[in-house]
């Protein structure tokens, strides 16, 4: 279909211009004035003219559309769609008000199938990149149940906690990756300058030095000789490991190690499951099946490994297990929260009892994230110890010898 350049006046006056597909001009007319936009002019044009003249360089810098614009979204659409505003003259006005520039040419897209037939889930799932499966799945729920505005409140629940937990893991792990990247960016300058500084020096003892002296010297030694060599084997090292976590296999042994990781391995463990129990829940009160909503939490939990033991759970009850025995099977549950799903699998309010769990994971988050400096720093503590330790047997152990030394002579 041809596409068609339009400039027209909204409701408040104001000019509005753009690029509509569509049979004929007539057609786009229809579309404007559906949308509370009279038109002024209509005339044929390219699909390249839908850019309003922006440049590849401006396209380049443009923002990306963030979690939190999907989710002012998501609380903007409840309230239109809860006032009775038409979801076409609802997605207008958000276009208009709309912050984010690549954000505002999502809506109009959304609008531009909306009016070409497509439903709202189906002209979301146009744009993979800013809405997620379970966004996608949730959406569809909604308009199959009537319920769509309930549905998008949930959304920006979900939305809201789901960022609020990724930034308090952030936060809490900000300060010791901080700590550990200085240790290493210290290791790196006293093996390139600190000790070759000395070398000069003990070469004057003319006597045996200590085996920690010779060990630091002979560290540095190769630093300096071959650091070409390590920063080219550290990239080519970084960029095999991305390519590794990027296959299947790579990525689920990856995500499976790191909740393993001592301190840190708890706390991705219990986000990631309080995000599944908040989106079970989220699923299970809008209508959705059991085997369909663990297919789509399983979108959701954002680790493979815990992504196959949903999926796993899903596949236990779709053979007729009950919940209670595919969630013992993950070895992933403790024992209480596999009593609540059993609590709420007997009474028929496992959303309730869902939500319950997402809670309780949220306060054990909560609790380690505030412990988690107290619980870092011994082992940070003993690092530095150690690696002040080495360094100061290993320089100031000759100078100390050469003192003692020179004070026998004297």
Excluded: C
Excluded at 134 to 144: A, H, I, N, P, W
Excluded at 161 to 186: C, G
Excluded at 252 to 270: M, N, S
């Amino acid at each position: 279909m041809p596409f068609f350049a339009y400039k027209g006046r909204n409701a408040r006056g104001e000019l509005m211009q753009g690029v509509l597909e569509a049979a004929d001009s007539g057609a786009v007319a229809d579309q404007l004035f559906n949308t509370g936009v009279t038109p002024i002019e209509i005339v044929v044009t390219k699909k390249a003219t839908s850019d309003n003249g922006e440049t590849w360089w401006a396209k380049l810098l443009e923002k990306k559309v963030t979690s939190m614009d999907v989710q002012l979204f998501s609380r903007q659409m409840y309230t239109l769609l809860k006032s009775g505003v038409p979801i076409m003259r609802g997605l207008a006005g958000l276009q208009e008000s709309a912050v984010s520039k690549a954000f505002g040419k999502v809506i109009k897209d959304l609008r531009e199938s909306l009016d070409s037939g497509r439903e709202l889930s189906a002209a979301m799932r146009r744009h993979p990149e800013v809405f997620t499966p379970f966004y996608l799945s949730m959406v569809r729920v909604g308009e199959m149940t009537g319920r769509l505005e309930e549905v998008f409140l949930r959304l920006f629940d979900h939305l809201e906690f789901d960022r609020d937990m990724r930034e308090r893991v952030k936060t809490a792990t900000r300060y010791p990756t901080f700590v550990v990247i200085a240790m290493v960016i210290a290791m790196v300058v006293v093996n390139m300058f600190v000790i070759p500084a000395f070398v000069g020096v003990f070469a004057k003892f003319n006597t045996e030095l200590p085996l920690m002296t010779r060990i630091l010297i002979g560290t540095s030694n190769f630093t300096v000789r071959y650091w070409p060599v390590l920063a080219t084997a550290t990239a080519l090292g970084i960029w095999g490991f991305r390519a590794w976590i990027g296959t299947p296999k790579g990525l689920y042994q990856w995500d499976k190690f790191k909740l393993r990781i001592p301190v840190a391995g708890k706390i991705i463990l219990k986000a990631t499951m309080a995000r599944f129990a908040r989106s079970f829940a989220l699923s299970s009160r809008s209508g959705v099946p059991i085997v369909q909503a663990l297919s789509v939490v399983a979108q959701t939990v954002d680790n493979a490994y815990l992504t196959a033991r949903v999926e796993q759970m899903r596949d236990g009850v779709e053979r007729g297990d009950s919940i209670l025995r595919t969630a013992a099977a993950t070895n992933v549950f403790t024992p209480v929260v596999l009593q609540m799903i059993a609590v709420g699998e007997e009474s028929g309010s496992i959303d309730d009892l869902m939500d319950e769990i997402a809670q309780m994971y949220e306060r054990e988050v909560d609790y380690e994230l505030k412990t988690l400096s107290a619980q870092i720093e011994p082992i940070l503590i003993v690092f530095l110890g150690i690696m002040v330790l080495v360094l100061a047997l290993g320089i100031f152990l000759p100078i100390w010898d050469l003192g003692k030394a020179a004070l026998h002579r004297s």
